[in-house]
């Protein structure tokens, strides 16, 4: 069993920045992590994605940029640096674990989900 769990939400003004991180622990076999994203109401929204030990990586076109994700593979941790935050980044975000060495935009295909980390960034 895998258990994931991000940390680094809050409330940031529009321009500014956060690093959200994400923890696994248990038998970690994930291959990729992703990040998503679910504004209220909305549907949820592939972020970017990474595989490990860091070789590939890709994002959704409304963060291409601004983005990064990148991997501490010695703390099995994932990371998201978010810069130059716009309030339609507001959401709650969810680091998610895909068994399959892959980079999917699907949540349908991620195996592990964290419990999400709210970011709110004020115009």
């Known amino acids: 069993q895998v258990q994931l769990v991000e940390s680094g939400g809050g409330l940031v003004q529009a321009g500014g920045s956060l690093r959200l991180s994400c923890a696994a622990s248990g038998r970690i076999f994930s291959s990729t992590m992703g990040w998503f994203r679910q504004p209220p109401g909305q549907e949820r929204e592939f972020v970017a994605a990474?595989?490990?030990?860091?070789?590939?990586?890709n994002y959704g076109d409304s963060v291409k940029g601004r983005f990064t994700i990148s991997l501490d593979n010695a703390k099995n941790t994932a990371y998201l640096q978010m810069n130059s935050l716009k309030p339609e980044d507001t959401a709650v975000y969810y680091c998610?674990?895909?068994?399959?060495?892959?980079?999917?935009?699907?949540?349908?295909?991620?195996?592990?989900w964290g419990q999400g980390t709210q970011v709110t960034v004020s115009s």
């Open positions: 998610a674990g895909d068994l399959r060495f892959r980079i999917s935009r699907a949540p349908r295909d991620y195996d592990y």
């Open positions: 990474i595989t490990w030990p860091g070789s590939i990586t």
